[in-house]
């Protein structure tokens, strides 16, 4: 069986400076815009067979099996949905590229990848219930199809923001200012403000990093 995906709401209730976080990778209850429901209970026997194992599902950025971003360190059901605690990969450029966005609220979509083991559909309604899934992967993604919850609280973080102002002045070659304009009003404002024919000394991967996290 083909591993499927569906969008869900990442409510971030925390987000640290060394890039763990928490929040909800799932909401129980909730008709997404696929017309299904996870049931609770949904993740139990996958996240038993996890732990089995001695492992997590991966931590991905949009379904990309080749970019993973980071781990999960918790994963659980409670009342509300499946709770997750993880933590970025900071030193990497997706990682932090994910921990700016989400710091920033420009991200707080999460999307899991999972097997239909169980579900019942209504007949009338035409929703579909999962009710037990294999969990293979989340996915922090860009829209997310179940609008229910929202990003509550994110953590300042001024030593993650000196950090990427040195790798923007000592590692791309940016000026102060330049690095302080890409930070605080995007790429697009450095380049309309850049001065004719300068070019970025930044080596192509940081360049592309940085195209990414600011392109619109």
């Known amino acids: 069986m083909l591993t499927r995906h569906m969008d869900a709401p990442f409510e971030i209730k925390r987000l640290e400076d060394d890039g763990t976080f928490a929040?909800?990778?799932?909401?129980?209850?909730?008709?997404?815009?696929?017309n299904e429901i996870v049931a609770k209970g949904a993740f139990k026997r996958s996240l038993r067979e996890w732990r089995r194992k001695d492992?997590?599902?991966?931590?991905?950025?949009?379904?990309?099996?080749?970019q993973?971003?980071?781990?999960?360190?918790?994963?659980?059901?409670?009342?509300?949905?499946l709770a997750v605690e993880g933590k970025l990969a900071l030193r990497t450029s997706v990682g932090s590229e994910a921990y700016v966005l989400l710091e920033m609220g420009a991200l707080n979509g999460l999307s899991i990848g999972f097997n239909?083991?169980?579900?019942?559909?209504d007949q009338k309604t035409g929703i579909r219930t999962l009710t037990d899934v294999d969990l293979w992967e989340t996915s922090i993604v860009t829209f997310p199809a179940n609008d229910e919850a929202r990003?509550?609280?994110?953590k300042a973080c001024q030593s993650n923001v000196r950090d990427f102002e040195r790798l923007l002045t000592?590692?791309?070659?940016?000026?102060?200012?330049?690095?302080?304009?890409i930070i605080n009003d995007g790429w697009k404002a450095m380049v309309a403000k850049r001065d004719a024919g300068r070019q970025a000394k930044a080596p192509e991967a940081i360049g592309?990093?940085?195209?990414?996290?600011y392109r619109t």
């Open 23 to 34: 929040g909800y990778g799932s909401v129980f209850g909730v008709v997404d815009s696929y």
């Open 55 to 66: 492992r997590m599902p991966a931590l991905l950025w949009q379904h990309d099996s080749t």
């Open 68 to 81: 993973p971003i980071g781990i999960y360190t918790k994963m659980r059901e409670d009342d509300n949905g």
């Open 116 to 121: 239909t083991r169980q579900s019942e559909q």
């Open 151 to 154: 990003v509550e609280q994110v």
């Open 170 to 181: 000592q590692d791309a070659g940016f000026s102060r200012t330049e690095a302080r304009l």
């Open 208 to 213: 592309d990093m940085i195209a990414r996290m």
